[in-house]
């Protein structure tokens, strides 16, 4: 788990790796504070920006497993990835920015065909406006692709903000669940933070009414059917949001509307300074708009609290309820377990898309940091599911090696309880100890 959740076209043709490689050599000759330093170009009445930043991230992931989904046997997976991310960005008077990520990523495992990797290293892609990727290998011993992580524009005015392309578009104000999260909702206990989700494709307007009040108005057009020719494009899957945010004083209230993964959504997100610290709560209803088995309403909730002590401890409490909980909903099992086989269409993508999906309905969640030392940071946190009776532990140690280089160690457990009253989310969590190591340097 990242300590951040605390605080926190056409088919492209391929590029040559080659050449990627090459730009990081030459951004490794930069000054050691690159990324802050920006080439100026003067032009008449004009002054153009340019920064380049590469990040360097490698992890080590053990992960063993009851019943292997290839085989149904107990076996050990381990994978080695590596990431090499570069960034160019190009600003014109604070008022226009171009921003990409490049990722380049390659991973060796004995598991590169399951199930289980395609959960952890694939970020599903069914319906996406922009295939934006280029797969080098993809077989049993060998992953290879290069993709374009964020890919947008940004026009800036005193009162207006636009942002078209590939983007990260989060909503609501939860640590570990945010319901209102709708556009890229997170699970607390996925292995990336929420810098290495994959982006939307979208068209993003926010508005400033004022000082203390913003709307923002967000429009994402899918395929239909996951059709390969984009000539063919439908307006049947169009993903849109409206929020607005006020603030007022140590409050902020924000609402939302939203048609997602064709399900209206209606919701309230509150938070306030109580106590020193900070209170938020969250509510989503949701009704689906699909075949009449699954288009039942239902409600996801969160309220949480955190608050840091004197002494330089981080204390977060949370809770979450899931009324769409599989256990309760069998069609929407039933689309589940489909698409963990690997299957994927347009029942399966409106029934489980742009939602938290969890087995069960109550969660709460609590979670502690602190630093150790200026270069030693701790985290701790654990989620407790009440009908699956599971106890989900997840500690993690950073040290900063030195500047702009991070190493950390992560430990995934579970204990789970007998007599439940269903089976719990951690139950693949449950068999020996998952641990993945990984290595961060920005330069």
Known sequence: MDPSHFKRCKKMSSWNLLTIFL??????????????QKSELLQENTTSDFSF????????????????????????????????????????????MIYMDIDNTLIHGNYLQ??????????????DLLRLEKFFSNNQDLFLKSSLHRLFLKIRTSKLTITAGRQLVRFGSGRLWNPLDIMNPISPIS??????????????????????????????????????????????????????KVSMGDLEVAGLYG??????????????????????????YSKPETSPENNIPFFQASAGYEYTFSHGIYFLAEYFFNENGLHYKENLMDLFLESRTGSMNEKIYRGLANQFLTLNKHYTAVALGYNISPLFRGDFFLIYDFQGMGLFIN?????????????????????????????????????????????????
């Open 259 to 284: 048609f997602i993964a064709h399900r209206h959504t209606l919701g309230i997100d509150l938070s306030t300074i109580f106590l020193n610290g900070m209170l938020r709560a969250s509510i989503l």
């Open 53 to 96: 930043r590469s990040q360097y991230q490698q992890m080590f992931l053990h992960y063993p497993v009851q019943a292997y989904s290839l085989s149904s046997e107990s076996k050990t997976l381990v994978s080695d990835t590596k990431r090499l991310r570069l960034s160019p960005e190009f600003t014109i008077m604070d008022s226009l």
């Open 191 to 244: 292995i990336q933070g929420s810098d290495d989700l994959k982006g939307i494709d979208a068209l993003r307007v926010e508005y400033f009414l004022f000082d203390t009040a913003v709307i923002s108005i967000v429009f994402e057009p899918k395929r239909y059917q996951n059709n390969d020719d984009i000539k063919n494009f439908s307006g049947e899957n169009i993903n849109s949001a409206v929020r607005i």
């Open 395 to 443: 500690p993690t140690i950073r040290y900063n090696a030195f500047e702009n280089f991070d190493v950390s160690l992560s430990i995934l457990k579970a204990i789970l309880w007998d007599n439940a009253m269903q089976k719990s989310d951690f139950a693949p969590f449950q068999k020996g100890i998952i641990f993945y190591a990984s290595l961060s340097w920005h330069f």
């Open 23 to 36: 730009c990081l050599g030459l951004s490794v000759n930069l000054p050691k504070n690159a990324s802050a």
């Open 114 to 127: 399951s199930p289980e990797f395609f959960s952890l290293w694939q970020p599903p892609s069914y319906n």
